[in-house]
């Protein structure tokens, strides 16, 4: 057993908090410089990328080492879960067998910022043999890899964020948005909408949002608090009582919504010292109230409450009848809100 004590661990250097922001700070300019010189590269060779992407039979094989793989499998998820199907391909592991991986229908992508990235310019030859389209994001347009693409994007960067201009930061933030910028552009010349995007965010909290309709959450039946223009203002409570929504619906004898008392009604009547037991719901209900449909987005009933401020909606037909009703609370344990 080694006797020796521990050397001593070097001090940590100090920094005050205004040193440390002035770090940040200068980090974030760089990048946001870095991304904003992106803009004015943007042309044909830009453009021939989309139409690569967009006229591929098969997928989009996107690959880089180290940081930009990191980058290449964000960008490959990205075109993959709007409309684009994508994988990331690790260039060390192609020559190992993965290489298989990729078919003559697909496109490739490869992210290098120096252009000579040893394990992706092995694949040159292969993909040459594949007839594959090459396209890559690089910050040389000398490079190996930039003479052998089909298309070639200057994401080249005057200086890292890092203090040393050594650690990929500033690049590889360039190359990120480059690739985002080229997702944007192809789902929107695809014509590609929420409800193909929901189609690929079946889960979670996004999935709940895209996909649940009104009528999925809606209560029905004897759980709707409704009640006939004339019954007096206490049957209305007494049904706001039962049906814990917050309001009651005012329908005439076919169910058409006529209007809706709310909470909010409740305590305004009561500042105007009305008799719940001689007024009735037609002098005091709502009748300028809003309703949803039962197609309509989960999401949507919870944006007309947030923006009317109101707790609870009735849903109608397309006759304007009454079919259901939901308040905020059914949206939260739905995890719509």
């Known amino acids: 057993m080694d006797s020796h004590p521990a050397a001593p661990a070097s001090p940590v250097p100090q920094a005050d908090d205004e040193q440390l922001l002035a770090s940040a700070r200068r980090a974030l300019g760089i990048e946001a410089r870095a991304v904003e010189a992106l803009a004015p590269r943007l042309g044909p060779q830009f453009a021939q990328a989309c139409r690569i992407c967009l006229e591929c ?33 690790h260039p060390a592991e192609a020559g190992h067998g993965d290489l298989g991986m990729i078919t003559r229908l697909d496109a490739v992508l490869a992210l290098s910022n120096s252009g000579e990235t040893p394990e992706l310019v092995l694949l040159l030859p292969h993909l040459k043999r594949l ?32 203090p040393l201009n050594l650690a990929p930061t500033a690049s590889t933030t ?13 789902l929107e010349a695809r014509g590609f909408t929420r409800a193909d995007f929901a189609r690929s965010h079946p889960g ?33 409570l007494l049904e706001m009582s039962r049906k814990g929504l ?5 329908v005439d004898n076919a169910q058409h919504i006529l209007g809706v008392f709310t909470d909010g009604d409740l305590r305004r009547a009561l500042d105007k010292q ?16 809003k309703s949803i449909g039962p197609r309509e987005l989960a999401a949507e009933a919870a944006h007309l409450m947030e923006v009317h401020r109101i707790t609870a909606l009735p849903v109608a037909d397309a006759h304007g009848r009454l079919i259901g009703a939901l308040n905020v609370h059914d949206l939260m344990r739905a995890g719509v809100v």
């Not at 080492?65 to 994988?87: E, Q």
């Open 274 to 289: 009305i008799d719940v037991h001689a007024t009735v719901m037609r002098a005091v209900m709502n009748t300028q109230a």
């Open 174 to 186: 360039a190359t990120l948005a480059m690739g985002d910028a080229l997702a944007v552009a192809v």
């Open 246 to 250: 917050g309001m009651t619906v005012v």
């Open 131 to 162: 007839a594959v389209p090459l396209m890559v994001m690089c910050g040389r347009e000398d490079s190996t890899l930039a003479r052998a693409a089909n298309v070639t994007l200057d994401v080249s960067v005057p200086e890292e964020a890092c």
């Open 204 to 236: 979670g909290a996004l999935g709940r949002r895209l996909l649940l309709h009104v009528e999925d959450l809606m209560r029905t039946g004897d759980a709707i608090p409704r009640v006939a223009p004339e019954a007096a203002l206490s049957a209305g």
């Open 57 to 89: 039979r098969g997928r989009i094989v996107v690959t880089g080492m180290g940081k930009s793989g990191h980058v290449a499998g964000k960008i490959a998820a990205t075109l993959a879960s709007t409309g684009t199907p994508a994988f990331f391909l």
